[in-house]
């Protein structure tokens, strides 16, 4: 059974911007707030504080809802937080076609903070350094088809030699190309990205605006260098305990994970109005229930890997948790 990832929750403006386009194509995200443990605002913010698996799961479920095999690539048009917009921006503002791309690498870590890109020559590459083996297809496909299409709003004939990917080949790339256009598709390589003939780098962009960068250029690099809002104590430690279960469910063990005594730990989540108990119901309820949705798990997987020692303890539990026994919410 696949263990959860062990690194904290980072800030992306991908998970709200993909509830917005689901919530705008008729897609009940409501079910997503139970399945991926989202809050009830997520519509509504610029970004939130995620796991580095969740933005990949939003657009596979985003796929399954509406049925359509290139929803993600759809979407690459409509990231819509504030600072994509500000980038956006920047990219028409910028003189040549070279500098719209080096912006679109320079400010990548703001549509998701686990994106790190570069001009290098001629090749726009992405690549994500804590997640060498990526974030999954749909990200890795939706973050280059936005890079290439913010070009593309400015200088609609834009073209590129060649576009590569860090995921094995999809079924289906007739869309996939037919955005990239007569460009080389390859997949399975050590990053993604595309490159562009270098006198199609030095073409200069329709609206350049030296004006308006020099406004907007500051407002990024702000946001850029500023730090993520750290999560709280609690957070980390629930963050700890759902990405260790089995065995973080001993408030001892988990103290000495966190190099403190079980005392500081309690006494410092009692600071923040919570207790471990609570924090280990909180952590094991949201792992049940990614679990749960796993049509192949049975209920006693899903105990023993929340760390219970047999089913019936576990249905009591979620019970408390819910209302209701884990078999009847699966089926809900």
């Known amino acids: 059974m696949a263990r959860p990832s062990k690194e904290l929750p980072s800030p992306s403006t991908l998970v709200p911007a993909?509830?917005?386009f689901a919530v705008a194509r008729g897609v009940d995200v409501e079910a997503w707030r139970w399945r991926f443990g989202l809050p009830a605002d997520v519509a509504e913010r610029q970004d939130l504080m995620v796991s580095a698996e969740l933005p990949e799961q939003l657009l596979e479920a985003?796929?399954?809802a509406t049925?359509?095999?290139?929803g993600?690539?759809?979407m690459a048009a409509h990231l819509d937080a504030r600072a994509n917009r500000l980038v956006e921006i920047a990219v028409r503002?910028?003189?040549t076609v070279r500098h719209a791309v080096g912006n679109l690498a320079r400010f990548a870590p703001l549509v998701h903070r686990a994106f790190d890109a570069a001009m290098q020559g001629e090749r726009w590459v992405l690549r994500t350094p804590k997640r060498p083996l990526g974030l999954g297809r749909h990200v890795h496909e939706l973050a280059v088809a936005h890079a290439l299409l913010q070009v593309r709003a400015s200088i609609p004939s834009f073209a590129i030699d060649e576009a590569w990917f860090a995921h094995a080949r999809p079924a289906h790339v007739e869309v996939l190309q037919g955005i990239f256009g007569a460009a080389h598709v390859t997949f399975g390589c050590e990053d993604s990205g595309f490159s562009v003939a270098s006198a199609d780098l030095d073409r200069p962009m329709p609206a350049a605006d030296p004006r308006t960068l020099e406004t907007i250029e500051p407002l990024l690099v702000d946001a850029?260098?500023?730090?993520p809002a750290s999560p709280s104590f609690t957070d980390r430690i629930a963050a700890h305990i759902a990405a260790s279960l089995p065995?973080?469910?001993d408030v001892a063990e988990v103290a000495r994970a966190m190099h403190m005594s079980g005392r500081t730990l309690q006494r410092r989540l009692e600071q923040e109005g919570t207790t471990f108990s609570e924090v280990l119901d909180r952590a094991r309820l949201d792992v049940a229930k990614r679990a749960l949705t796993a049509p192949t798990t049975t209920l006693t997987d899903v105990a023993l890997q929340l760390g219970f020692s047999d089913l019936a303890t576990f249905t009591r539990a979620f019970k408390r948790w819910t209302g209701m026994p884990p078999g009847q919410w699966r089926r809900s």
Do not use: K
Not at 67 to 70: H, N, P, T, V
């Open 18 to 20: 993909v509830v917005r």
């Open 224 to 227: 850029l260098g500023s730090s």
């Open 62 to 64: 985003l796929e399954h």
């Open 93 to 95: 503002s910028s003189a």
């Open 67 to 70: 049925g359509d095999a290139d």
């Open 72 to 74: 993600t690539l759809r």
């Open 247 to 249: 065995e973080g469910s």
